[in-house]
């Protein structure tokens, strides 16, 4: 019968021979590769015990370190790139464009003038000058500041020497005093007299007795000047920060010229930011280098000026010396200053004059003395003794020659003898801080440019000795 299956179940009658019956060969193979499977797992754990076993942890910390360095110089290249990518394209297109000639004038000429500034009607204005100096390793440092405003200026100066020491002078004017700071590395001194009035402006009268040169401030338009008188004279535009490679992106202007009182050519370079503002003007040579920024800006009062008036009149007698039985002489004021009559608090006085050299002190001592007040109503006589002490009559007059009512320069003080008693005593004028004096406000400078020469040379001439 067809499909009938042998007694050992291995075969299939089909009708015409026995077959092999399919079922039983699959399930053979089933076992068989069961079996085969087991016996070779059973040897890689036979294997696996009997030679090493895996450790995770360590495989795992590889793993991480692995990342940890690629994570690292990933990030440098990436910080390299990014710098690169900075310095080279995206930092040179923030600064701003190069000027040629015309727009160097034209930004220039936008610029105050000194005339403008000095006026006040622009308003506040500073500027400020800083020099260096070096040579066989001595360095000399200079500042000064100035302050500008319609009703007050200030200036602020000062020298550093290195193992020399330094010393720097700050003065502030305005309509109704002048006050003004010493300072060196012993300590500070501050000083006040009180006022009444200045012939002219507070800016005016302190550029007059300054010994600095403000025209350093508007060196831009002198540049300007020569490069239009002087048309081969150097110029180059480039970008370049100011006032050094940590500063603002700007755009430089430079060239070569003489500067009144220097010796030589220096070379000179104005900087300008993104709003064509001046940011700045540097001049250099072999032995210095400067730099000067300026500008409009508020400032105020110094907190130190707030005390008290504390010295004499800032004021001077132009003869005070006396010759003669007759003598007179002209008040000439520090800063041009009137000062208010007070009464009998102000004095004539007669003189003589000592110098401590031994303790750098000047001591004075009065002789004679007489109320400045009695002094205006025609005079006032004394009486000195001569050589043979016989009584001899001194008038001493102070005339208010311009009628101000007050203490001004061009005012005259004089005093007649009917002898030469008087004969190598000064006369001078006196109130209750002193008798007047005109006091040197100004550290040393040398040239017009603040280059100290003569100190520098004096400086290395010791350290070479010592």
């Not at 360095?139 to 100035?146: A, E, M, Q």
């Not at 800032?314 to 800063?335: C, M, N, P, R």
């Amino acid at each position: 019968m067809v499909g009938e299956i042998s007694p050992d179940g291995n075969f299939v009658w089909d009708g015409v021979e026995w077959k092999p019956n399919p079922e039983k060969t699959v399930e053979e193979v089933q076992v068989n590769d069961i079996a085969n499977n087991h016996e070779e797992l059973g040897i890689q754990e036979d294997n696996l015990d009997s030679n090493w076993q895996p450790v995770p942890e360590k495989s795992e910390d590889g793993g991480k370190g692995k990342l940890i360095a690629m994570s690292i110089v990933g990030l440098l290249i990436l910080t390299a790139l990014s710098w690169i990518v900075y310095a080279f394209v995206i930092d040179p297109m923030l600064f701003p464009e190069p000027y040629n000639k015309e727009k160097f004038f034209s930004v220039i000429d936008d610029q105050p003038t000194e005339d403008e500034v000095m006026s006040g009607e622009l308003g506040s204005w500073t500027c400020n000058i800083e020099l260096e100096m070096e040579e066989d390793g001595m360095k000399i440092r200079t500042y000064f500041d100035i302050y500008v405003s319609k009703d007050s200026a200030r200036s602020y100066s000062k020298i550093s020497a290195g193992i020399f020491g330094w010393s720097s002078t700050d003065v502030w004017v305005d309509n109704s005093e002048i006050v003004w700071k010493s300072e060196d590395v012993e300590g500070a001194e501050v000083n006040k007299v009180k006022i009444s009035s200045l012939e002219s402006s507070p800016v005016d009268e302190l550029i007059a007795n300054s010994s600095t040169e403000v025209e350093m401030c508007f060196l831009h338009h002198d540049i300007v000047e020569s490069m239009k008188n002087n048309p081969d004279q150097k110029f180059s535009s480039e970008k370049e920060r100011f006032p050094d490679e940590e500063g603002e992106r700007a755009v430089k202007v430079e060239t070569r010229m003489e500067i009144d009182g220097e010796d030589g050519e220096m070379k000179i370079a104005v900087y300008f930011d993104d709003d064509e503002n001046i940011l700045g003007t540097r001049i250099t040579n072999s032995t210095f280098e400067c730099v000067i920024t300026s500008g409009l800006k508020s400032f105020s009062k110094p907190v130190w000026a707030g005390i008290p008036p504390n010295a004499p009149m800032l004021l001077e007698l132009e003869e005070d010396f006396i010759f003669g039985e007759v003598h007179s002489s002209a008040v000439k004021t520090q800063y041009n200053a009137t000062y208010e009559f007070i009464g009998s608090e102000q004095k004539i006085v007669i003189f003589e004059e000592d110098y401590d050299y031994e303790n750098d002190i000047e001591n004075n001592t009065i002789i004679h003395e007489v109320s400045l007040e009695d002094a205006m109503n025609e005079g006032v006589t004394i009486q000195v003794l001569n050589s043979y002490d016989e009584d001899v009559n001194c008038t001493i007059n102070y005339s208010d020659v311009d009628s101000d009512s007050s203490i001004s320069p061009g005012d005259t003080v004089s005093i007649t003898c009917e002898e030469s008693v008087m004969y190598g005593y000064k006369i001078g004028i006196a109130d209750g801080n002193g008798i007047a004096h005109q006091v040197d406000m100004q550290v040393p400078w040398i040239s017009p440019i603040f280059t100290i020469i003569a100190l520098l040379g004096a400086a290395v001439l010791v350290s070479r000795r010592d």
